[in-house]
């Protein structure tokens, strides 16, 4: 078995993928951890019957998604910034796909990229803002800085810009009225290649270093515990950051 805490950073009730991403990332973990030896395609398989999103972060690219979002092809991203901006509110995602007002005619994308999807739609979009009125006034109040666009089935909505620059002048002035972030978009997933993965083994022989022998059996929170998490996290800087963050997952800083 395996002890996992799991520190919510992503709103929940966002259309975010956040569980699905915690989900693909335990798998990518435990895979690793336990030397299964399953291939991305094979974790991908398991990873649908979890959730339909998470194929797409086990798939460790900006993607494409076709049928329930398991057929995923790499799509280009040109770098941007977000500005997202959290509602007071929770978007219940089957009562939006089971609402009469969502149309289903959406013409079909042949040969999809950036530019010939623009402009970006989201044909849930206007059930939502016409249902959930906290999601609509986050809308208005995205739209004199460009063309705003709601997150999967809600609640969260978010708009882009080339510069970062652009989106923290933003982020600072929505932020003071709604819950909001201010996030660099990205190509890959960070435990896309095996190297990252390096990362979680060592984290593995701290935990029994560490961790069990001082806490098992007592409270997540004691001091043990945050010492242990202390650790780990200077090894993120140590191992993880200076070979992955920024650059090619294949360079040879592996």
């Not at 435990?30 to 998470?54: P, S």
């Not at 149309?103 to 249902?131: C, G, H």
């Amino acid at each position: 078995g395996a002890d996992i805490w799991l520190q919510k950073n992503i709103p929940m009730g966002g259309g975010l993928g956040g569980g699905s991403s915690d989900a693909a990332t335990v798998l990518l973990a435990l895979n690793h951890l336990w030397q299964c030896g399953l291939n991305r395609q094979a974790l991908m398989e398991i990873g649908v019957g979890l959730g339909a999103d998470v194929p797409f972060f086990l798939f460790g690219r900006n993607a494409f998604a076709k049928g329930i979002g398991e057929q995923l092809s790499a799509f280009a991203v040109p770098k941007q910034w977000y500005v997202v901006v959290k509602p007071a509110v929770h978007v219940s995602t089957p009562a939006i796909f089971s609402h009469q007002g969502l149309t289903r005619n959406s013409k079909p994308s042949i040969m999809p990229t950036f530019q010939t999807l623009q402009p970006f739609r989201n044909d849930m979009q206007a059930v939502v803002l016409e249902a959930y009125p906290e999601v609509k006034e986050v809308y208005q109040a995205l739209k004199p800085y460009g063309k705003p666009l709601m997150t999967g089935s809600g609640a969260c909505v978010f708009i882009g810009f080339e510069h970062k620059g652009e989106a923290e002048a933003v982020y600072n002035r929505i932020s003071k009225k709604y819950e909001a972030y201010c996030v660099e978009g990205l190509e890959s997933h960070p435990l896309l290649d095996s190297y990252a993965l390096q990362f979680w083994g060592v984290v593995k022989r701290l935990r029994h270093w560490i961790l069990i022998p001082a806490c098992e059996g007592s409270n997540p929170s004691s001091p043990a515990t945050t010492q242990f998490w202390g650790v780990v996290k200077r090894l993120r800087h140590w191992i993880l950051i200076p070979a992955c963050e920024g650059s090619n997952p294949s360079s040879p800083a592996r």
